[in-house]
């Protein structure tokens, strides 16, 4: 990490609010994040319509201003749709992976209206290219989960790696995809062979705005039907279940996208 990003990440007014109490996992939650650090200072523009890799904090926090309640309205609407498929399990630990993590707000929607499986959480591994979001999101896990490991990786996706992620196949291993497989320059069907080479339990989700440019829902429903259409090695056995590819309007009249499935592959 360079000097002005060491520099940028011990200024965050969120790491800082954790470090004395302020935010702790008795109180912290997307509402209270929002409400303490989403501050709006005019530089919406500056974020490339909520794609750009952010590298200041003042556009860290007008995200979390200008695209949290979007983000929140989307979780809100998926969390109920994927319910019986993370309940499809045989009580394994869940190790859980965020992609593109940024400062962490998907997991700690997800997390927040899921609390059984909160208590399942034993691993957690954030992937994210900006190391000022990503110290945030490793600051606000181990806030709000300050018993499990994670593991955080200052990377682009087309550059993690099987070993990155180190998957068990004995756990139950889930990965959110928030706002990213719709954004061109990755090959997201590279990232997937490295996620399922080593076989297992995934339980994948994925939600994004839904739209016909710039990558957008074309790039969800290609891998979406790639991973359908996955055919067993030899000696394997192979289960595709809980599939479902959906199109949704939320109540501020955003058409966004999400699907999820799980996947076992022995």
Same mark, same amino acid.
């Given at each position: ?5 060491? $520099? ?15 935010? $702790?996992?008795?109180?912290? $939650? ?193 891998? &979406? $039907? ?31 996208? &999400? ?8």
């Amino acid at each position: 990490m360079n000097h002005l990003a060491i $520099n940028t990440v011990h200024n965050d007014l969120v790491l800082h609010a954790i470090q004395n109490k302020t935010l $702790n996992a008795s109180n912290l $939650n997307f509402q209270t994040l929002r409400d303490f650090a989403g501050i709006d200072s005019d530089k919406r523009n500056g974020l490339d319509r909520g794609r750009l890799t952010i590298h200041r904090q003042d556009l860290l926090n007008q995200y979390l201003y200008s695209y949290g309640l979007m983000v929140q309205r989307q979780w809100d609407y998926v969390v109920p749709n994927i319910i019986d498929m993370l309940s499809d399990n045989n009580d394994e630990m869940i190790h859980l992976y965020d992609y593109g993590c940024g400062q962490g707000l998907a997991t700690l929607l997800l997390l927040e209206n899921t609390l059984d499986f909160q208590e399942q959480v034993e691993k957690l591994i954030l992937i994210e290219p900006s190391q000022i979001a990503l110290a945030r999101a490793e600051g606000l896990m181990a806030c709000k989960l300050p018993n499990i490991s994670i593991r955080s990786f200052d990377k682009k996706l087309d550059d993690v790696k099987k070993d990155d992620l180190d998957i068990d196949v004995e756990k139950m291993n889930v990965h959110i995809f928030s706002n990213i497989l719709d954004i061109e320059g990755f090959d997201q069907f590279e990232l997937f062979n490295q996620i399922l080479e080593k076989g297992g339990k995934h339980y994948i989700i994925a939600v994004s705005n839904d739209r016909n440019c710039y990558g957008g829902t074309a790039r969800l429903e290609s891998l &979406y $039907n790639a991973l359908l259409s996955i055919k067993p090695q030899e000696g394997e056995n192979l289960s595709i279940t809980h599939e479902q590819f959906k199109q949704f309007t939320d109540a501020k009249n955003m058409n966004h996208v &999400y699907f999820c499935l799980k996947i076992e592959i022995h």
